[in-house]
């Protein structure tokens, strides 16, 4: 299992790890190289687990790597108590989000 905690997550193209410390400082991520997925407060690692289960960001990661973010989050959750939201629930309430915004359009 410590295998998995030092698994190296490769640098996206698509993210800019300043912006990750410019918005939230020099914090805890669940993915370090990008500055993606604080998980230094209760309510970032509830945020945390339900982005890293949107298929549009689950996609950014090899399967090891999003191993390896989960693995982060889920060690953060329980030293600080925090009890996961299901990741499902979160998904259908974005599609639903992301449907009403488009009917708005």
Excluded: C
Excluded at 5 to 24: C, F, Q
């Amino acid at each position: 299992m410590a295998k998995l905690l030092h698994e190296r997550i490769h640098r996206r193209r698509d993210a800019d790890p300043s912006e990750g410390l410019d918005k939230y400082g020099p914090t805890l991520f669940a993915d370090p190289t990008n500055k993606k997925y604080p998980i230094d407060t209760a309510g970032r690692i509830k945020a945390a687990w339900a982005y890293i289960h949107q298929p549009r960001n689950a996609a950014k990661y090899a399967p090891g790597e999003r191993r390896t973010i989960m693995t982060r989050i889920r060690k953060a959750a329980k030293a600080r108590r925090v009890t996961l939201p299901d990741p499902e629930e979160f998904v259908e309430l974005m599609k639903r989000v992301r449907r009403r915004n488009r009917e708005k359009d």
